[in-house]
């Protein structure tokens, strides 16, 4: 089996390996800190703190006592606490028996219970701390929309007069009122469209009535990675002409035009520096998240549009952009566990799980599509790796929790015997899973 088959036709295979090594090394060396720094704040000593698998390419030795080390196999990472007997922190027995109190204390099964607990938890929270650090980033750098509808940027359309400025303050659409952002969307979301659209602005402290472009034109804004539209060649700035030839006035238009192609390949014809460009573009079937919960299964070119204008932005305070960003993680945990309860039911498809060739695939795609593309990525999987270490599955951080909240409870871990089974088990559901991502990836979808 050919593998270059299944990596993305944007890039080379190096450039989708360098950015799933980036991404993967990042978000595993910010989960394995977190156990690292709260089991040192919590009395219990890290030996090693590696970077990787394998054969040791460097390493240095802290005034902390812990070996700080880069191994030769890129994939994960882990933290060996004093009496560990492996990068799982399976107890070693041989080594733990011949220590004293003072120093049982220091390792990860000697200490108390509320120290192991908070340790354990560390990894998956600062997974959830860094992405939400990251989105906040975004809004912190890039701001976020006024309350009003004031135009920003005009964006610049193929062929299309456009009387909007930026620094105006759109008063009225099309004889409707518009006091405010939030009145402006409800109005022009439900406009027809139309070659063109009246405008009532107020610029330079007075009051004037301007003809723009139909708000929602069918501009791209942004292409998806892994999608229809990226593999066509379409790019940010295209304006969409047609579908199989017939006209597209409205961003809006396309959902319906794409869903009637019933995932047969289409034409696009698009608007490109001056020149028509036909493009052969086959659908693709997606499950979309809902806002009132679930998922629907659609047709999709995987374009992103907008308004003819960008709205013009305000700073987002220190506090209002962690709040965003708290709410832009609860958004992906919130859809992440819908979608995995919807496979899990038969509500949507199992092509909806990624394999490591699959989320290998995705880190190239959005490395090509610049810095900040990727670094969203990265936020977003890392929320997604920090949710899925707490899964209450032997091996992960969610089962470790699971045996804390038995001793809280009986008063005693589990047994040396049962601990050993149980964590056979989680291995072999994990790899279960890896396994089946990886189908998803190569064969079956």
Known sequence: MDLSTFLPDFGSASLTLIAFIVAISIIVAVHEYGHYIVGRWSGIHAEVFSLGFGRVLWSRVDRHGTRWQIAALPFGGYVKFMGDADAASGKDGEVMSGLSDAERRR???????????????????????????????FFWINGIATDDPVVGEVKDLPGIADALQPGDRILAVAGQETPDLARFLEVVRDLPPATSTEYRVA?????????????????????????????????????IRAINGQPVMAFGDMPAMVEATGGKPAVLTV?????????????????????????????????????VFVPATRSAGPFEGIQLGVQQLGA??????????????????HCNLQ??????????????????????????????????????????????????????????????????????VGLSLLLGLMVFGLGNDLIFC
């Open 107 to 137: 390792t990860m099964h000697g200490a108390p219970l509320w120290a192991r607990a908070a340790t354990v938890a560390a990894g998956p929270m600062f997974n959830f701390i860094m992405s939400v650090l990251v989105f906040a980033g």
């Open 203 to 239: 610029r330079s402290g007075a009051e004037q009535v301007v003809q723009g472009p139909y708000p929602f034109p069918p501009l791209v804004d942004s292409v998806q990675p892994i999608s229809a539209a990226a593999d066509a060649g379409v790019q940010p700035g295209d304006y």
């Open 271 to 307: 608007e490109r520096e001056g020149a028509q460009i036909d493009l052969n573009i086959i659908p693709q079937r997606r499950d979309l998240p809902l806002p009132e919960g679930g998922f629907e299964t659609r047709w999709l070119l995987g374009l992103n549009g907008g308004l």
């Open 332 to 349: 992906v945990v919130s859809t992440s566990l819908s979608g995995l309860w919807h496979m899990v039911t038969g509500g949507i498809s």
């Open 355 to 424: 394999g490591p060739v699959g989320i290998a695939r995705a880190s190239g795609a959005a490395a090509s599509m610049g810095g900040e593309s990727f670094i969203w990525f990265i936020a977003m999987l890392s929320a997604a790796v920090g949710l899925m270490n707490l899964f209450p599955i032997p091996v992960l951080d969610g089962g470790h929790l699971v045996f804390h909240a038995y001793e809280a409870v009986t008063g005693k871990p589990p047994s040396d015997g049962a601990m050993r089974v149980l964590m056979t």
